[in-house]
T-cell receptor, first 113, second 114 residues
């Protein structure tokens, strides 16, 4: 089955600083890749997704992600972080034999004033 | 479009009782529904996959007799936690794939077993 690795469990950045959250995937074919954000006690909100085409994907809230097949990566970036971005971020890969979606372990983002 | 409605959003039950969670696709036919469980401060783990009209397939380590899944129609899939115990307390969320390789999620059910 496909799998996702998020190497960073917790990241702290200052408000206004840039952000990059790492995601690596394992999948034999072209993956469907997703980034979700989850605030405490809440459900998932889709930030962006990649299916095919342009490898630089723009999402909501000023986020973008770049698919790099050679590195099996789909890192999430934001040029200037806001305090409201503090949350848990999940990378996920879909498709697979069963068309299911697998999630990474998540990265908790803390934003310092 | 492609909305999945999940109920209840929160439920508290006594140990030993059963709880049913429903996921309904409102504006599309969900031939497949994925069920996930999320423990506090952890990721979403796929529990099982239900397909309309056939038996669900369970991930390794998930007790199929404890987590009963029914997908009797193209718009409804249910997860029943039988003989619930405090260790079953978790956030359960369903998801369905839809045309164009998208996935739509229910809003989740927070189960607390006391």
């Amino acid at each position: 089955a496909q799998s996702v690795t998020q190497p960073d469990i917790h990241i702290t950045v200052s408000e206004g600083a840039s952000l990059e959250l790492r995601c690596n995937y394992s999948y034999g074919a072209t993956p469907y890749l997703f980034w979700y954000v989850q605030s405490p006690g809440q459900g998932l909100q889709l930030l962006l997704k990649y299916f095919s085409g342009d490898t630089l994907v723009q999402g909501i809230k000023g986020f973008e992600a770049e698919f790099k097949r050679s590195q099996s990566s789909f890192n999430l970036r934001k040029p200037s972080v806001h305090w409201s971005d503090a949350a848990e971020y999940f990378c996920a890969v879909g498709g697979g034999n069963n068309n299911d979606m697998r999630f990474g372990a998540g990265t908790r983002l803390t934003v310092k004033p | 479009g492609a909305v999945v409605s999940q109920h209840p959003s929160r439920v508290i039950c006594k140990s030993g009782t059963s709880v049913k969670i429903e996921c309904r696709s409102l504006d599309f036919q969900a031939t497949t529904m994925f069920w996930y469980r999320q423990f506090p401060k952890q990721s979403l783990m796929l529990m099982a996959t239900s397909n309309e009209g056939s038996k669900a397939t369970y991930e390794q380590g998930v007790e199929k007799d404890k987590f009963l899944i029914n997908h009797a129609s193209l718009t409804l899939s249910t997860l029943t936690v039988t003989s619930a115990h405090p260790e079953d307390s978790s956030f359960y969320i369903c998801s369905a794939p839809y045309t164009g390789a998208g996935y739509t999620f229910g809003s989740g059910t927070r189960l607390t077993v006391v």
